[in-house]
C-alpha cells in the first residue's frame, strides 16, 4: 500500500501555522497562570507528592500517592497509572491534568505517574512517541517506586489519549515486560524489578486516531468555524512535519488493533470533530458494522441520560459518548459547562473510574515479590 503524506505547503501558509502554534502556546501559558491565581479554577489544581526527572531532556514526571491508609495490607504495593497529558502536542504540561490525576490516585488507590514529553513544532512525529516509550521504562525500572508493575494502566487527554494507544499498539508480543526488558546485560538487571510489568488497560479521553482524514472528512457531523479548522490544520502541520516527510498511516492509531491489549476504553464528546473516528476504530476492533449487536449479543449498545457507551469482548472494548459536549470536557465542563453537563460529565468520569479499577482487580503482587489474589 502507498505512504499517504502530507500535501505541500506554500512558504506564506508554514508561516501562518507557525505563527498561529505559538500563539496557542502562549495561551496555554496565560491559562497556568489563571490556573494558580483565579479561585473558580485554582480549585481544580492539586500538587503532586513529588516531581522527578529521568531524562534531561524530557520533562519530569509527576507523582501522586494514594492515601497511606489505602490498602488494607501494607505489604501489597499500589498499582500504578501513567497519565499523558494532552494539548494537541504543541501544548500542555501535568500540572493542567492535576486535579484529575490527584482524584485518580484517591479513588483507585493507585499511584499515579503523569508522564510528559517534548512537543511540537520543535520536535516532531515521532519525538513525542519516543519520548513517552523511554519515561515509561525509565519509571518501571526505578527502583524506589513502590509500586506494582503487574498493574499498570495508562491512560490520557486529546494528544495524550493518542499516545497512550500508539504506545500499547507499538509494544508488540512481548508486551510491556518485553519493553522494559533491556538489550544489554546492565539494561537486562537494571529492568528485573520490572520483568512482570504488565498493561492491563488504555483510557484515551477524547483521542485523535486517524490523521489520513481531509479537513472536510474530519468536521464533518462536528460542525465548526473557519478558525477552528485553521487550527486543527495548524496542529497536524506542527506535529507531523512538513510535506513527504511522514506516512499519515503509520503515525495514526486507526490503522492498527488492538492486539496484546487486555482493555481500551475511548471517550467522546459528541460535538467534538474526533468523536466519529472514535466510532470508526471501535466498531472495526469489533469487526462489526456499527450498530451490529451480533448474533450472541457479544456487542453492546447502552444508552443513559446524556451519554452511552458500546461494549464489546465482555466489556473490555468500550466507547463512552457524552451527548452535548465537544473536545476538552473534562476540563472546560467543570469551570464553563451548565449543571447538567457538570452532572453527566461527573457520572461519565466515575464511570470510567470505575472500569479502570476493575482493570486492576487480580492477582496484586507484595512487597517481598509475591502474588496474591485480590
Not at 495548524?234 to 499519515?248: M, P, S
Request: proline residues 6%; aromatic residues 8%.
Amino acid at each position: 500500500m502507498p505512504h499517504q503524506l502530507l500535501p505541500p505547503l506554500s512558504l506564506p501558509r508554514r508561516a501562518l501555522y507557525f505563527c498561529l502554534c505559538y500563539a496557542l502556546k502562549l495561551l496555554s501559558h496565560l491559562s497556568l497562570l489563571l490556573l494558580r491565581v483565579v479561585p473558580p479554577i485554582r480549585r481544580l489544581a492539586r500538587e503532586p507528592d513529588y516531581v522527578k526527572t529521568y531524562h534531561a531532556d524530557v520533562p519530569a514526571v509527576h507523582f501522586f500517592l494514594p492515601p497511606s491508609s489505602s490498602s488494607s495490607s501494607p505489604a501489597v504495593l499500589p498499582p500504578l497509572y501513567i497519565s499523558l497529558h494532552g494539548g494537541g502536542f504543541i501544548t500542555g504540561t501535568p500540572l493542567k491534568d492535576s486535579g484529575h490525576n490527584r482524584r485518580l490516585s484517591t479513588s483507585l488507590h493507585c499511584t499515579v505517574a503523569a508522564v510528559s514529553y517534548r512537543l511540537a513544532p520543535r520536535y516532531r512525529y515521532p519525538t513525542a512517541e519516543r519520548d513517552v516509550a523511554a519515561i515509561i521504562c525509565a519509571v518501571l525500572r526505578d527502583p524506589e517506586l513502590r509500586v506494582d508493575r503487574t498493574r499498570v494502566v495508562v491512560g490520557g487527554f486529546s494528544a495524550g489519549g493518542t499516545l497512550a494507544l500508539k504506545f500499547a499498539q507499538g509494544l508488540g508480543a512481548g508486551g510491556l515486560a518485553g519493553l522494559v526488558g533491556g538489550r544489554t546485560a546492565g539494561e537486562a538487571r537494571e529492568a528485573g524489578i520490572a520483568s512482570g510489568a504488565q498493561l492491563r488497560a488504555v483510557v484515551a479521553w477524547y483521542p485523535k486516531l486517524d490523521f489520513t482524514l481531509t479537513s472536510t472528512e474530519q468536521f464533518r457531523g462536528a460542525p465548526a468555524g473557519r478558525v477552528k479548522q485553521l487550527l486543527w490544520r495548524a496542529i497536524q502541520w506542527a506535529y507531523l512535519g512538513h510535506a513527504g516527510t511522514v506516512d499519515l498511516r503509520e503515525a495514526s492509531v486507526a490503522a492498527g488493533g488492538w492486539e496484546g491489549l487486555e482493555r481500551v476504553c475511548i471517550i467522546n464528546g459528541k460535538r467534538d470533530p474526533v468523536c466519529q473516528e472514535g466510532a470508526r476504530w471501535i466498531w472495526s476492533v469489533l469487526q462489526r458494522e456499527e450498530g451490529e449487536e451480533g448474533e450472541e449479543g457479544d456487542v453492546a449498545v447502552v444508552e443513559e441520560r446524556g451519554w452511552g457507551r458500546t461494549e464489546g469482548e465482555g466489556g473490555r472494548v468500550v466507547r463512552v459518548r457524552v451527548d452535548g459536549v465537544g473536545h476538552a470536557f473534562t476540563h472546560r465542563v467543570p469551570v464553563f459547562g451548565t449543571r447538567e453537563q457538570r452532572a453527566v460529565t461527573e457520572e461519565v468520569v466515575e464511570w470510567v473510574f470505575g472500569w479502570a479499577g476493575r482493570a486492576f482487580e487480580g492477582e496484586r503482587q507484595e512487597v517481598g515479590g509475591d502474588s496474591v489474589e485480590a
